[in-house]
């Protein structure tokens, strides 16, 4: 493969082969009996071969080079599938499609027969995966490490409008076909037990842990293939296995269940995604779920490092461990650990190595959201990290009373241990005393991070806390998803800008082009009937692509304000059956979205949108101009299709509250305008494509907390506005659950009498009347155009890859290494 991302010569005859012999030596299936599946499998495996081969040797080609790595630690790592991306990135699409063919086999059809790896939930999972993209892309060095969940976060289905969560077992039983695995990088976890004191053969006094439980950590690595290079790096997941998975003489006695109980609690650890931890069982699964994540982890970094012959003193030098988010905390006093009683370091030569090894990234603003564990628990499970988690806070509380002598109240809010009823663990605090740095993930945020979250720490620490405005990966999120505008800006800019983004804006110039437009529009037709056509074969609603394809995808939650949305489409419901004069451009809002199992009103608000839609798109007095669907089990693979669709892109949550988002990036690059506040990553793709291109509302974040602070009443916008009225009022009779009134109470309620936390009644009037300019505006296509293509084309800052040559220049300090 040469570096602009052709391929090398690839022999046709023995990939044939190779598949052929993986459809009958590996899945044990004859040419006669196989299945799309079967087919799927076999070329899966024989691909692999391809990228097993490089990952190795760009394993040998980083150790002998004495290169500076990146380890990317992260919980969730949302890749979606790997198929048909690889196979860009490889510069094989093309070839393998033609053998497929030559077979009686479409490619296109055996790529419909991955199911999208389970890994992750939303943004911080997807984000990780684009980030690992572009680290291979570019040849940065670079380890992602994460848990083999055996099922994801769930599989979502709606019955009679609720959400239904079933296991998701995403491997099937034949197990993923790029996956390796790899029994030789197989660690030793201990949990629970006590701490003794000892002293050594030199008579120092000496801290040693005696666990009462040990599992094993199995690793298994996905390839992470680098468009246009050989560079093939590890995406290493960690299975939990129990130590002694029988006892024979238990189950001689008897005892069938007992006797595999090791097994069956260790398997527990990586059996799902973040389990439900809404009571007791489910906090300490967590906790263990992250602790046995970061000690493989943790553990494999040192073989490596000691594998390329470094010494202990080094790996500040040759290792950075990059935490995303604080899930991944536990690393920080599980290296302090091994440092000082595997390596018998002293604590400020420990700590030298370990505050600059380590580097932060914080992915939310709001204050519940920032990750606490009860001293209790730590204490129970990892009694030596507890420890030396009181000692790092002892110690820092020197540094803070030397800065604000006798403050006792900045000793409070800075402490990571949280005084109160039951002594909790601050892991935000821990993440920001024990790193070198800490970024934000927008510009907005991390001044906001600075400037409200760690005030005193940013004083304490000057500039230790610092933005990576977040990407997306334009291989999977233009030229795998949208392979029609892909065409057109290859044919445009040359052949080379999935790997120079900037390229793309040469676009710019075709922004008022009649046949361009022409061009361009054609293509999002074609992704609206791709989408459409989706639709009704899976959920059996027909849909006029002529209408505005309106989509909010994300996470549910309520300051995503997907409520906002739905009290909008209400308003049009009521308009178009009460206001004779009022006129609409037929409109179709989409969602995707799955809800925390244990997050009542985030079901409820579900519940009322599928209800709303049951009604809104059977109900003929609409005359076809109001249609809502939601989308069900929203993925990677459902994402590459509703992104090149969108006319609309929803990112409407309160100012302040979102981080950056992503998906307002994707969005963008196939060329749908963006509907917003001034929130998260917003504020730049604004600054991007300027006032013009994108519809811009709401209260700025200096006005929301101005309002919390002079009292916000949300009966005083219920009751002067009569549009808003009616739409909350609908949701307390049985207009969508007929003889059922009350069963849509719950989200008014929440807004009126709940306070409405997230300020969707302030934002509703401006909302609407933006909603309006957005109809007005569709009308004129050409103008559309123009300012579609002109968020396609100013979109280029918004690239993983220039978000990760902000973190290799400013915070790893890494260099590439090509192959």
């Keep these: 493969m040469t570096k602009n991302g052709q391929t090398q010569q690839f022999d046709k005859a023995a990939f044939k082969a190779a598949v052929e012999k993986h459809l009958t030596t590996t899945y044990a299936t004859t040419l006669a009996n196989a299945t799309p599946r079967s087919w799927y499998l076999a070329m899966g495996r024989a691909l692999a071969e391809f990228t097993t081969t490089n990952l190795l040797e760009t394993e040998k080609t980083l150790a002998e080079e004495k290169a500076r790595s990146v380890n990317y630690l992260s919980l969730e790592f949302l890749i979606g599938r790997l198929t048909g991306n690889n196979l860009i990135s490889m ?232 935490l995303n988010d604080t899930h991944p905390t536990i690393a920080i006093p599980e290296l302090m650990r091994i440092l000082l009683d595997e390596y018998k370091l002293g604590w400020d030569a420990a700590w030298e190595i370990a505050s600059n090894t380590f580097a932060y990234t914080n992915h939310t603003l709001l204050p519940e959201a920032l990750e606490t564990w009860s001293e209790a628990l730590i204490q129970a499970m990892l009694p030596r990290h507890m420890e030396i988690i009181f000692e790092i806070n002892h110690r820092f509380l020197q540094v803070v009373e030397a800065k604000w002598p006798g403050n006792n109240s900045i000793k409070r809010k800075l402490s990571i241990i949280e005084e109160g009823p039951q002594r909790m663990v601050r892991m935000a605090n821990l993440c920001v005393v024990s790193t070198y740095a800490v970024n934000g993930v927008a510009a907005l945020h991390s001044e906001l991070v600075k400037r409200d979250l760690f005030p005193e720490f940013n004083e304490l620490f000057p500039g230790r806390l610092t933005n990576v405005t977040n990407g997306v990966t334009p291989r999977r999120w233009i030229k795998y998803c949208n392979p029609g505008l892909s065409a057109l800006i290859t044919e445009k800019v040359g052949e080379d800008w999935p790997a120079h983004l900037e390229k793309i804006a040469e676009l710019e110039q075709f922004a008022t082009d009649a046949d361009f437009q022409k061009r361009y529009m054609a293509v999002k037709k074609e992704n609206k009937q791709r989408l459409a056509d989706w639709v009704e074969e899976n959920m059996g609603i027909e849909l006029d692509t002529n209408a505005i394809f309106d989509i909010q995808i994300k996470r549910l939650h309520e300051y995503k304000r997907q409520h906002l949305n739905l009290l909008h489409i209400l308003s049009l419901y009521h308009r178009l059956l009460n206001d004779p004069t009022f006129d609409m451009h037929p409109r179709v809002f989409f969602f995707g979205a799955k809800a925390a199992p244990g997050y009542a009103l985030a079901k409820d608000i579900i519940f009322a949108i599928n209800k709303v839609a049951e009604k809104v798109n059977n109900d003929p007095r609409l005359g076809g101009k109001l249609k809502v669907v939601f989308v069900p089990d929203y993925r990677v693979s459902l994402a590459e299709i509703l992104f090149p669709a969108a006319d609309v892109s929803e990112q409407i949550s309160t100012a302040g509250k979102e981080a950056s988002g992503t998906g307002n990036m994707k969005f963008a690059m196939n060329g749908a305008l963006t509907i917003g506040t001034m929130d998260g990553a917003n504020v730049e793709m604004r600054e991007e494509v300027g006032d013009d291109n994108i519809f811009i509302f709401g209260l700025l974040v200096d006005e929301v907390q101005q309002l919390k602070q002079e009292g916000y009443d949300p009966y005083r916008y219920y009751q002067a506005d009569s549009v808003l009225r009616a739409a909350l009022d609908l949701l307390d009779t049985d207009e969508f659950t007929p003889g059922q009134p009350g069963q849509l109470s719950a989200i008014r309620a929440n807004l009126l009498d709940g306070g409405d936390p997230y300020l969707v009644l302030a934002d509703f009037a401006d909302y609407v009347k933006t909603h309006e300019k957005i109809d007005a505006e569709y009308r004129d296509q050409k103008t559309w155009a123009r300012k579609a293509i002109l968020n396609t084309a100013l979109m280029s800052k918004f690239s993983s890859d220039r978000s990760i040559r902000d973190y290799a220049n400013n915070i790893w300090k890494l260099d590439p290494v090509n192959r």
């Design 91 to 322: 510069g094989l699409y093309e070839n393998v499609s033609q053998a497929m063919e030559e077979m009686g086999l479409n490619l296109t059809d055996l790529l419909e027969e991955e199911r999208d790896p389970a890994l992750g939930n939303g943004g911080l999972g997807r984000l990780a995966a684009c980030f690992m993209d572009s680290l291979a892309a570019q040849e940065y060095p670079a380890v992602g490490y994460g848990l083999h969940y055996e099922y994801g976060l769930f599989r979502q289905s709606f019955v009679d409008g609720r959400q239904e969560e079933a296991p998701d077992a995403w491997r099937g039983a034949e197990g993923y076909p790029w996956e390796v695995l790899r029994p030789e990088l197989t660690q030793q976890v201990n949990l629970y037990g006590h701490v003794e004191a000892y002293t050594d053969e030199n008579g120092t006094a000496c801290r040693r842990w005696v666990p009462a439980l040990t599992v094993e950590g199995v690793a298994w690595d996905l390839p992470i293939v680098g468009y246009g290079n050989k560079s093939v790096y590890p995406l290493r997941l960690w299975e939990c296995r129990s130590t002694a998975p029988f006892n024979l003489a238990r189950f001689n006695d008897g005892d069938y269940v007992g006797a595999q109980f090791p097994a069956l609690e260790a398997g527990n650890v990586t059996k799902v995604l973040y389990p439900n931890d809404n009571h007791d069982q489910g906090k300490a699964l967590r906790l263990m779920q992250q602790y046995f994540h970061c000690a493989c982890s943790v553990a494999d970094i040192l073989r490596r490092h000691h594998a390329a012959g470094h010494t202990i003193e080094e790996l500040a030098k040759l290792e950075t461990i990059q």
